[in-house]
Every structure is written in C-alpha cells, then in structure tokens.
C-alpha cells in the first residue's frame, strides 16, 4: 500500500540549478497536485491535474513546471532554483468525483543556497 | 474564490479532556467538501475527517468530530479525550466539486495544539 510516493526526501541546490521532484501514486487517481508549505504557513497550491495530459496553474505557480503524461507521475521542475524556491513539497492526489480525501506524500524538503 | 480562516495559532489542552479547533470558511461554490488534516512533528500530512457540504450529519471519525454550521460557515474540530499523541498542527482545508475546483485545497494557516498532563 505505497500510496503517494514523493523523491528525493531531502535535496540542497544551488542557485540556478534545475531540477525535478518526483511523485508517484498507485491508487488510479485522476487528480493529482503539487503543493508548497512555507514556514508558519497552510500548503499553498502550486500546480495541480485532472487527469493525463492535462495541468493548470494554482496559486503560485511562477518557476515551476509540470506534465502529467500518465495517470500515476506528476513530477514537478524547477526551472532556475531561487532561494525564495526553499520550501516543502507536498504531492497529493484523489479521485475525480470531487469527495473523499486528498492523499498526500511524505514531502520533499528542498533548502537552495 | 476559496478562503479558510483558523484564528488560533496555538491551543493547548490537558490530556484526555475535549478541545475545539475553530475554522470558519467562505466560498462560492454552491457544493464544497471541508476537510481536516494533522500534521505531527514529522510532517506527513494525515487526514482526520471530512465534511461535504450537502451532508446531513456532522461527521464523525472515532475521536475527531466536525461541528458543521453552514450558516455560519464555521466546520470547527472537536478532539475527545485528547492524548499525548495528539500534539500536532491541525490544518483545515476545503475544495470544491466542479471539476475545476475539486482538485485544488485551500489551507488555512493552521492551529498547534499542545495536549499537556
């Protein structure tokens, strides 16, 4: 029962670097989204799916890009890391008909120095 | 557009008495679901219990409980004979049942409870 799988765990970048967190789930989900929690804050939304092939943009969505090319991956990509980009990552993912619970992974904690 | 409002950024409570955590929502959405996740020192997010907006009874999940008030627009948490365990940032979120809202949360800030002895 792996649920939502997120990697890497732990990732320290350097300013400008690229990369792309992994999030993975086994439950035939159609949505799926990526999140981000700041320090004394909720999770704001970053990019979210309804469904393969299909992504928008949440509430901040600015140096990050998404593609869901199969129900089960949603990666997320940093395009040119900022240290503003430090954070928490939390993936989630549910069902489509709009009730029960989101299911999220364990989180990435990404420092950019 | 969605907003969660949690007004105590910090409760604490003595073991095994009750406490209320108070969330207060506003949406346009005419169909909603409100949801309540925990999040322990570890940061996995855990979800407790879910309210959808049509639903005739307040929700119950063992100890947790929501206190549904849709013309106050208040889905407030109530803990029951609270452990140890319980200590935790508790986050309330909604979304909504389009297919356009439901896929998307809007957290509140968060309370932090602190279950004493």
């Known amino acids: 029962n792996a649920g939502v799988t997120q990697t890497p765990e732990f990732q320290v970048l350097k300013t400008g670097q690229s990369m792309t967190l992994q999030c993975a789930q086994d439950?035939?989900?159609?949505?799926m989204s990526w999140y981000r929690q700041d320090p004394g804050m909720g999770l704001r939304l970053i990019h979210y799916?309804?469904?393969?092939?299909?992504?928008d943009q949440g509430e901040v969505p600015n140096g990050y890009n998404v593609s869901r090319s199969t129900t089960e991956d949603f990666p997320l990509r940093l395009l040119s890391a900022a240290p503003s980009q430090t954070s928490v990552y939390f993936c989630?993912?549910?069902?489509?008909?709009?009730?029960?619970?989101?299911?999220f992974g364990d989180g990435t904690r990404l420092s950019i120095l | 557009a969605q907003k969660i409002t949690q007004t105590q950024p910090g409760m604490f409570v003595q073991e095994k008495e009750a406490v209320t955590l108070d969330c207060t929502y506003d949406t346009s959405d005419p169909s909603y679901g409100l949801f309540w996740y925990k999040q322990p020192s570890s940061g996995e997010m855990i979800f407790l219990i879910y309210q959808g907006s049509y639903d005739q009874q307040n929700a119950t999940e063992g100890r947790y409980s929501l206190n549904f008030q849709k013309a106050r627009k208040s889905a407030n948490l109530v803990i029951s004979a609270s452990q140890l365990g319980d200590s935790a940032m508790y986050f309330c979120?909604?979304?909504?049942?389009?297919?356009?809202?439901?896929?998307?949360?809007?957290f509140g800030t968060g309370t932090r409870l602190q279950v004493t002895l």
């Open positions: 799916s309804v469904g393969a092939g299909i992504t």
């Open positions: 439950m035939n989900h159609e949505y």
């Open positions: 989630a993912s549910s069902h489509g008909d709009g009730s029960g619970a989101q299911h």
């Open positions: 979120a909604m979304r909504g049942k389009d297919t356009g809202t439901a896929s998307k949360l809007t």
